[in-house]
């Protein structure tokens, strides 16, 4: 069982940074797969980026690649979006997400799901 809570959202200027965390309590946490998804209003939710339970392993959607920095902090029990260079596009809410099954884009593959942090990127 895995609880988890996005904070770090906020209002920010094109351009600018944020750094989301999720934090995340239940036992055997490093074991899990965890991703960050976002979904604008008026829009499906779509993947942002994944990391592999032993952080050897991440992947990132074209549109955030180069910007967007996922890592995770085991002993923390927490994982984090470092998001850069931020663009009007970007506005969403944002959330985090556990899998104990392999590593996947696929928002059906996500067993647990935080409630949400809203990021504002004004041009």
């Known amino acids: 069982q895995v609880q988890l809570v996005e904070s770090g959202g906020g209002l920010v200027q094109a351009g600018g940074s944020l750094r989301l965390s999720c934090a995340a309590s239940g036992r055997t946490f490093s074991m899990y797969t965890l991703g960050w998804f976002r979904q604008a209003p008026g829009k499906e939710r779509e993947f942002v980026a994944v990391?592999?339970?032993?952080?050897?392993?991440?992947y990132y959607t074209e549109s955030v690649k180069g910007r967007f920095t996922i890592s995770r902090d085991n002993a923390k029990n927490t994982v984090y979006l470092q998001m850069n260079s931020l663009k009007p596009e970007d506005t969403a809410v944002y959330y985090c997400a556990a899998s104990a099954r392999v590593a996947s884009i696929a928002s059906y593959e996500y067993d647990y799901w935080g409630q949400g942090t809203q990021v504002t990127v004004s041009s």
């Open positions: 990391i592999s339970w032993s952080a050897g392993m991440t």
